[in-house]
Structures are given as structure tokens and as C-alpha cells.
């Protein structure tokens, strides 16, 4: 066979080789499994009013609604009203945004249920992607608007003396001005955190360090501090702890107690886990009343997770976001109060 046969014999087989390569791709891009739809269709034709989003309006008892969403509907329609510019998307040609309002109904049955992001699709009809983008900001909006008016810690000694006489009267324990406790919240702890919000208990948490007034609601508190730190650790890193040594929130002077001549000071009730100090009382054997004030800041505590069952739960999200609900749940606990 001369070169020129060898030429032709070999092209030939390229060829051949070349069709088989293109025949086979055509065959694989066929095969291809099909693009997944942008929407799918029983979410797409929901318009927001099937599932559990219309039950809402159809209540006739005001006791439903408030078992609902854990606010009667005037304290439903004040907080949108509150929060609506910060959270009201624009629709466009695409589709028919979420509303404001059921953005902020879905948001409050998560944090009273404590139900997934996946659970919340199934009764809303909205997609878990969308859920999981607008339920952290719906969050932090009720914070953000809620915070300044109702989560205040006093800050003259006018009113920690109004403290002070609720806790007398309420209570029977004079020179008390608050209680405070740490509330472990747990979470499923990213693959990246290793040990660091792992906690005594054996689970992964963060802290909620609170202050409470004789009325169960929340005068200051402090969020985020990884649960391997004791209640006293997280104390001591707040700005509370300065603000109590340095006295920068004008705790009163010592007075005297009913029907004695000698002064002591007003004092914050803890438990064994943080520090003694003038104004800290830690509790000691055969002393019922003190024993009886402190338990105030694990009954607010208690209320505020029977509220917003979420806080029961082992939340699956980041521990920024569990920051954020459990700030919101605080700021909703007081705004339910009041």
C-alpha cells in the first residue's frame, strides 16, 4: 500500500471516528433531563389566598386570631402599619410580589410554631426560597422599629424607683429593681463552628442574657454570646456589666427597708452564676422572698417561649439569624405587653 492509500485509509477512519464523537453528543444533549420550571404551578396560581393564608381573614371569634398569631387584629394592623415601608415590595410584569401583610403573617405563625421553612410552604403556598429571604427581614424590621419604644432600660433614678415599688408591691421584695437570668436558644450549629456554641446542656446555642422588670417585661438584653460561655461570662462581656459598676444608669442610693433604720443598696437578683457586687444579690439558703423575685426572669422567660414557640425548638438557621428572631421575640414580648 503506497502513502497515498495510507492517507485516505486514515482520514477515512478520522471521519468516521469524528461522526461517532458527534453522534454520541447529539444522543447526550437529548437525553439531558429537561430545565427545571421558574415556579412550580400550585405555587405560581396560589394569588395568596389559598391554604392557611385566607384562613386568617374567615376567624369570627377574636379568641382564634389571637391563638393565630398571638395578637388580636388591631395589634396585628399597628404593627404592620409600623414596619410596612421597611418590608412592601413593588410587583412587576414577572409576577405579583408578596404583600406586606402576609409577609408579616407568615413571619409571626414561624415564630409561634417553630415550623420549618418547608413546612410554612406546604401551608402558605409560598416557594421556601422566598420564605427563607423574607422571614429574616421581616425580623429584623420589627426590631428595628420596635426597640427604641419598647425595650428600654431605666436610665434615671425616678424610674428605677417606679421599679422598684412594682417589685415591692408585686413581689413583697423592696430595693429590688430587676431580675436577671441567661436563656440558652438553640440551633443547628454550621458544619464550620466546630465546638464554639457548644453548651453544658450538649447542645449548640447562643445566649440571651435579659434584665426583667416586676411585670415580666424586658428592660435591657444581650444576644449572641456563644453557648460554652457561662451566664457569668456573658455578664461580665455586656455593657451592662459596666453600666452597673460605674453606675452609668443611675441605679438610686441605698435607702432603708420598711420598718428599719439602716441603708442598703437597691439590687439586681441573680442567680449563683454571676458575680456578688453592691448592687448584684446572688441567692443563699432559707430565703423565700428573694428566692420568689428571682424566679420573675425565668417566668418571663417561660412566657416568652410559650408565646413564640420557635424558641423551643432546635432552629435551623445560622446563629446571625437566630440573633435576629430572638431579639424580635423579645421586642414582640414587651409589645404584647403593653
Request: glycine share 4%; aromatic share 10%; proline share 4%.
Amino acid at each position: 500500500m503506497d502513502q497515498t492509500e495510507k492517507l485516505f485509509v486514515l482520514s477515512s477512519a478520522a471521519l468516521v471516528v469524528a461522526a461517532g464523537v458527534l453522534s454520541l453528543r447529539k444522543k447526550r444533549i437529548q437525553q439531558k433531563r429537561k430545565r427545571r420550571c421558574w415556579v412550580r404551578s400550585w405555587l405560581a396560581n396560589s394569588n395568596f389566598e389559598k391554604g392557611n393564608m385566607n384562613l386568617i381573614h374567615e376567624f369570627e371569634e377574636p379568641t382564634m386570631y389571637l391563638n393565630y398569631v398571638r395578637m388580636n387584629e388591631t395589634t396585628f394592623e399597628k404593627l404592620l402599619k409600623l414596619i410596612q415601608k421597611d418590608i412592601e415590595k413593588k410587583d412587576t410584569n414577572m409576577r405579583q410580589s408578596i404583600s406586606a401583610r402576609h409577609q408579616l403573617i407568615v413571619t409571626l405563625r414561624f415564630l409561634v410554631t417553630g415550623n420549618t421553612y418547608r413546612s410554612l410552604m406546604y401551608n402558605f403556598r409560598i416557594s421556601e426560597s422566598t420564605i427563607s429571604l423574607f422571614i429574616p427581614k421581616v425580623s429584623r424590621a420589627i426590631y428595628k422599629n420596635l426597640q427604641k419604644e419598647y425595650i428600654k432600660c431605666p436610665n434615671t433614678t425616678s424610674e428605677w424607683l417606679n421599679v422598684a415599688n412594682d417589685f415591692n408591691q408585686l413581689w413583697n421584695f423592696p430595693n429590688g429593681i430587676a431580675a436577671m437570668d441567661g436563656k440558652h436558644v438553640t440551633f443547628r450549629a454550621p458544619s464550620t463552628a466546630g465546638s464554639m456554641f457548644y453548651n453544658y446542656k450538649g447542645q449548640h446555642s447562643i445566649v440571651l442574657l435579659a434584665l426583667v422588670d416586676a411585670h415580666y417585661n424586658f428592660l435591657y438584653v444581650d444576644v449572641g454570646t456563644n453557648g460554652r460561655i457561662s451566664d457569668g461570662g456573658v455578664f461580665r462581656k455586656s455593657t451592662l456589666c459596666e453600666a452597673i459598676t460605674d453606675n452609668k444608669i443611675n441605679i438610686p442610693k441605698n435607702s432603708a427597708l420598711p420598718g428599719r433604720n439602716k441603708e442598703v443598696p437597691f439590687v439586681i437578683v441573680a442567680d449563683a452564676a454571676f458575680p456578688l457586687a453592691t448592687n448584684i444579690l446572688k441567692p443563699y439558703p432559707f430565703r423565700n422572698m428573694l428566692s420568689r423575685a428571682r424566679r420573675v426572669v425565668e417566668n418571663a422567660f417561660g412566657i416568652l417561649a410559650n408565646r413564640f414557640r420557635v424558641l423551643l425548638t432546635i432552629i435551623h438557621l445560622n446563629p446571625d439569624k437566630v440573633q435576629d428572631i430572638t431579639l424580635t421575640c423579645c421586642a414582640l414580648h414587651n409589645f404584647l405587653s403593653k
